[in-house]
T-cell receptor
C-alpha cells in the first residue's frame, strides 16, 4: 500500500512568520493531494487540495506545491496567525486514501 | 446545507462488549467513509461505500468490525467484541462524487473508550 510520511511532527513559529509542512508518498499513481486542518476536538476540514496535473495552487495565505517526480508535496502558510494553530494532515489518494501522521502547528503571538 | 451527523458523540464500554455507531451523510452525497482516528495519529480509512455498495474495506478488521449503508443513505458501524485497542474517534465522512479525488466532509466523530 501507499506510504505517506509527513514532517515535521511539531512546528512552532512566531506570528507573522511562514510555516512549511512536507509530505512524501510512494505510489506514483496517486493523483489527488488534499490538506486538512483539525483543531483540537474538532473534525478535519479541507483547506486546500491539488491534483497531479498541477504544480502549484494558492488560496490567500495558503499554498500547496507538488513535485510528482520526487513524489512530495508541501503546504505553505504565510503571515501565520494564532488561529492557524492546529494539527495539519496531508492525504494522498489514488485507488486508496491515506492520511499522513499529522503536524501540530503552534503560532506564538 | 446540513453537515454530516453522527451519534452517539461519546461511548464508554468494557472490552468484549458490542457497540454501534450511526452516520447520516450530507443529502445527495454518493460516497460515505468510515475512519478510525487513534489519539495522535491521522485518520485511517476503514471502509468506503458508493451508494449502498462497498467499494473498499481492505483495512476493516472483519473479524470484529462490520458496516452497512442502509438504502444508500445512513450507515452503521459495529464492533463486536470490542478490544482495548479500539479506543479511538470514529469519523464518518461523505463526498458528493464517487472516488477518492473529491472533497470529503467529516462528521463530528464518536469518541469510543474501551475499558
Amino acid at each position: 500500500g501507499e506510504n505517506v510520511e509527513q514532517h515535521p511532527s511539531t512546528l512552532s513559529v512566531q506570528e507573522g512568520d511562514s510555516a512549511v509542512i512536507k509530505c512524501t508518498y510512494s505510489d506514483s499513481a496517486s493523483n489527488y493531494f488534499p490538506w486538512y486542518k483539525q483543531e483540537l476536538g474538532k473534525r478535519p476540514q479541507l483547506i486546500i487540495d491539488i491534483r497531479s496535473n498541477v504544480g502549484e495552487k494558492k488560496d490567500q495565505r495558503i499554498a500547496v506545491t507538488l513535485n510528482k517526480t520526487a513524489k512530495h508535496f508541501s503546504l505553505h502558510i504565510t503571515e501565520t496567525q494564532p488561529e492557524d494553530s492546529a494539527v495539519y494532515f496531508c492525504a494522498v489518494t489514488g485507488n486508496q486514501f491515506y492520511f499522513g501522521t499529522g503536524t501540530s502547528l503552534t503560532v506564538i503571538p | 446545507e446540513a453537515g454530516v451527523a453522527q451519534s452517539p458523540r461519546y461511548k464508554i464500554i468494557e472490552k468484549r462488549q458490542s457497540v454501534a455507531f450511526w452516520c447520516n451523510p450530507i443529502s445527495g452525497h454518493a460516497t460515505l467513509y468510515w475512519y478510525q482516528q487513534i489519539l495522535g495519529q491521522g485518520p485511517k480509512l476503514l471502509i468506503q461505500f458508493q451508494n449502498n455498495g462497498v467499494v473498499d474495506d481492505s483495512q476493516l478488521p472483519k473479524d470484529r468490525f462490520s458496516a452497512e449503508r442502509l438504502k444508500g443513505v445512513d450507515s452503521t458501524l459495529k464492533i463486536q467484541p470490542a478490544k482495548l485497542e479500539d479506543s479511538a474517534v470514529y469519523l464518518c465522512a461523505s463526498s458528493l462524487e464517487v472516488g477518492f479525488s473529491y472533497e470529503q466532509y467529516f462528521g463530528p466523530g464518536t469518541r469510543l473508550t474501551v475499558t
